[in-house]
Nanobody, 124 residues
Framework: QVQLVESGGGLVQAGGSLRLSCVAS????????MGWFRQAPGKEREFVAR????????KIADSVKGRFSISRDNAKNTVYLQMNSLKPEDTAVYYC?????????????????WGQGTQVTVSS
């Protein structure tokens, strides 16, 4: 059974940093792309970042480019989202996600396993 468990959220002042972690279990982690999405109150869930399988290609949403980065540690079955220069508009629940099948990238929100989410609140 695939499980994704996020951690690292919290309350931070604008300009601060947080690092989110997502630990995956139930399959061979290195063979699967991993991604982060977020959902702010009253808004649709949106893509934030992804990293392809093994030590693959990354993609960052334009809204966070230059401030957020994604990385993975295959030995720890963990993907990270480093968030710097946080802004109040980054306030959201952040979700870890991964495709149901190996060796495919994250192109949509379909056919993904999801974590339970972790709250990030940025105060002004």
């Amino acid at each position: 059974q695939v499980q994704l468990v996020e951690s690292g959220g919290g309350l931070v002042q604008a300009g601060g940093s947080l690092r989110l972690s997502c630990v995956a279990s139930g399959r061979t982690f290195r063979n699967f792309a991993m991604g982060w999405f977020r959902q702010a109150p009253g808004k649709e869930r949106e893509f934030v970042a992804r990293i392809d399988w093994s030590h693959g290609i990354t993609k960052i949403a334009d809204s966070v480019k230059g401030r957020f980065s994604i990385s993975r540690d295959n030995a720890k079955n963990t993907v990270y989202l480093q968030m710097n220069s946080l802004k109040p508009e980054d306030t959201a629940v952040y979700y870890c996600a991964s495709p149901a099948r190996p060796y495919i990238t994250i192109a949509t929100q379909d056919s993904l396993y999801w974590g339970q989410g972790t709250q990030v609140t940025v105060s002004s």
